[in-house]
Structure formats: structure tokens, C-alpha cells
């Protein structure tokens, strides 16, 4: 009797064991860069605006690059702002807008790390405007 109990719980822990290694193990998020400010605007020449971010993954001891990118055409674009920022986690930089950008074109922020440059977050479009 004891004999077939041992049987009976040996083979289902076979096929218990068979189960739990033959799942799929749940791959971990990967780094994603939401940008969440500034907004659409428009904004004023010379104000004062905000880029935050926060990132799935990051550390916050990772740093990130901050870029603020004029849209000329649907191919092309220039950069007018940058600065290296702390804490890819979760993070803010204020920037100044230009007093000679161009309030006729769009622009958005981007956020890159700094480790990984396949790991970029792209703000909304926002406009700007003469005061």
C-alpha cells in the first residue's frame, strides 16, 4: 500500500515538475521613457518651460540626455536645445525657449538614455508664439 502512495506522489511530482519548467517565464518590462511635459501649449519666446519624464526599468542613478527639437519639415529636423540630465527613473529639467526660435514651426522634447540611445521618449508637439 505505502508502495503505491509513494508511485502515485512520484508521478505527480513528475508531471508537477514537467508543468512549472515547461511555462513561459514572464519576460520583465522592458526601459520605456514617457515624457510628460511640456504640453501643447503654445508657449511664449523666452519663457520658462519644464521637460519631465519617468521611465519602466531605469535606474535612478542613470542619466539621460534632454533635447528640445524644432520640426522643419516632415523630414527634417533640428535640434535647438540640449543638456544632460540626472535620474532617468523619474526626472524634470527646466529649459529656457529661445528668443529667436521660429514661432511658425512645431516643436516636442526628447528624452534619450544616455546608456542605451535605442531608449528614447518623445514628448507632445508643442508651438510657441511671440508676446
Keep these: 500500500m505505502n508502495s503505491k502512495i509513494f508511485t502515485i506522489f512520484t508521478i505527480l511530482l513528475v508531471l508537477l515538475a514537467t508543468f512549472v519548467t ?4 514572464e519576460k520583465r518590462a522592458k526601459k520605456v521613457i514617457h515624457v510628460t511635459s511640456p504640453g501643447k501649449g503654445p508657449w511664449a519666446r523666452k519663457s520658462d518651460q519644464v521637460v519631465s519624464w519617468w521611465c519602466n526599468e531605469c535606474d535612478s542613478n542613470e542619466g539621460v540626455t534632454v533635447r528640445i527639437i524644432q ?3 516632415s523630414s527634417s ?3 535647438v536645445f540640449k543638456q544632460d ?3 532617468a527613473f523619474n526626472g524634470h529639467l527646466q529649459f529656457t525657449i529661445g528668443a529667436n526660435w521660429d514661432v511658425t514651426k512645431k516643436y516636442f522634447a526628447q528624452v534619450t538614455l544616455k546608456s542605451d540611445h535605442n531608449v528614447v521618449g518623445k514628448g507632445v508637439e508643442f508651438g510657441i508664439f511671440k508676446p
Design 71 to 73: 520640426i522643419k519639415s
Design 22 to 25: 515547461s511555462a513561459p517565464i
Design 77 to 79: 529636423k533640428v535640434e
Design 85 to 87: 540630465a540626472n535620474n
